[in-house]
């Protein structure tokens, strides 16, 4: 059973992932007749190749490409089209593929936007969002329990933060390219390829 030596889909999978990098990085979106082209390729060329099997392969490499970030798009974190350009990877690479590249894709995403906060100043103000959703609502028990203004003076400290703009939109396509192009990077090693190996089941 064929994994990742599928050459004519790595360079499909380049070529998406350079085309949704760039929608997303000058039209904010990353549209459907890129992704959902790619899809039906990833569907179609593996049953060519393989039969049903190729078929199942592809189907669940894209379903799992499309569970990954789900969670994160139900909560407003990223869009749909971030969730069917994984779901397209799925479906070129296969579920061990996206798995491990949606894994690093978070890491990447944690890392630059970490950079766009420092870089557009807004680091200690989230800091200070998330230690307040977690502290404000401790010290608002101390300060009802032992009536200490102390305990209100931080707890408003916490609740509140500077008004002002919210971020601009951080482009997630772009830690999705990170993520999918350093692990097609790491396929390409012998080491690499005996690691991934061992992730069949």
Not at 40 to 51: H, P
Not at 117 to 145: C, D, E, H, Q
Request: aromatic residues 18%.
């Amino acid at each position: 059973m064929f994994l990742f030596d599928f050459f004519i889909n790595d360079i499909v999978l380049v070529a998406l992932i350079g085309a949704a990098l760039f929608f997303d990085l000058t039209r904010y979106k990353i549209p459907n007749y890129l992704t959902f082209p790619v899809i039906v390729w990833g569907l179609v060329s593996y049953t060519a190749v393989d039969g049903l099997s190729g078929l199942w392969f592809s189907f669940l490499g894209l379903i799992m490409g499309l569970v990954i970030f789900f969670i994160p798009f139900a909560m407003g974190g990223m869009g749909g089209g971030d969730v069917k350009l994984m779901g397209a990877v799925g479906a070129l690479q296969g579920w061990q593929f996206v798995l491990m590249a949606g894994l690093l894709t978070a890491i990447a995403g944690g890392v630059i936007s970490v950079i766009y906060l420092i870089a557009t100043r807004r680091l200690l103000r989230v800091l200070k969002k998330m230690a307040g959703f977690v502290l404000a609502p401790f010290f608002s028990f101390l300060y009802y329990n032992t009536n200490l203004d102390l305990f209100n003076r931080i707890s408003v400290f916490f609740a509140t933060h500077p008004q002002g703009g919210e971020p601009g939109r951080l482009p997630y396509g772009l830690a999705i390219s990170v993520g999918v192009l350093v692990f097609l990077a790491v396929n390409m090693f012998p080491w690499g390829e005996t690691y991934l190996s061992s992730l069949t089941w």
